[in-house]
């Protein structure tokens, strides 16, 4: 297989598997962005080689992974890149100020006018193109390491939860309560189960879907940093497919 990477200072590595393994062509893109500053020992080639790693099956169905982070050039999301990208999966927390105005225009554009797909997770809600695509403030009710979470399958007929079982637990959490300050979604497929230390529970938002524009955009609240989210297997394929829901339609 075919594989080109290449290291910039301070965090980021792009790697693109430039052919399926079964030798065939990528055709499709799918960019992963993270900002370089989740815990080494818990992510220690940060939140995208995590998930770049949940994402290889793709490539047996043509699909090319790159990883992409804010200290390469063009904050690792270039005109060029973007071009030629399907879905751009955006992860980040500390440096939601560092994003420029400039990058945010250049996603917005591609998602909005040429149709890609948009995935943002965890606290990328407040991310700057996930803020500009919403048009709102993305708040959450509560922010707090305090409860074990339960992830339920709301829909099971939505094409991001195939394969997903029904229910699965993911011990300690980041509690995002709602409610979250966002237009209307066109689909909840995913929600959870809250456990406090006292024994009362909670429901949550934790997957939402909208079309902006031409794209398609998916919200999935998992992901904390210190948890070890992005290796469930559950998770892995909730990520795969939202992968595939987002591409534009061909």
Known sequence: MKKSSAITAGVAVVVGFLVSSDGLAAQRRVVVWSEGTAPKDVYPNDISGAVGEALKPLKDKGWEIVLAGIDQPNQG???????????????????????????????VKHVKERGMGFISLHSSHFAKPNKALMGTACTWGAYVVDCNVTLVVKDPNHPICKGVAKSFDLGLTERYSDPYAVPTPQA??????????????????????????????????TGHETCKHYYEPNVQQILRNAVEWAAPQR
Not at 82 to 96: I, N, P, Q
């Open 77 to 107: 999301v270039s005109e060029e890149l973007l071009s030629k990208t399907d879905v751009l999966m955006w992860w980040g927390h500390k440096r939601h100020d560092e994003v420029t105005d400039e990058t945010v225009a250049r996603i």
């Open 188 to 221: 909840e497929p995913l929600e959870c189960i809250y456990t406090h230390k006292d024994g009362h529970t909670e429901k949550a938002r934790q997957g939402l879907c909208w079309t902006i524009g031409k794209g398609r955009m998916f919200y999935f609240q």
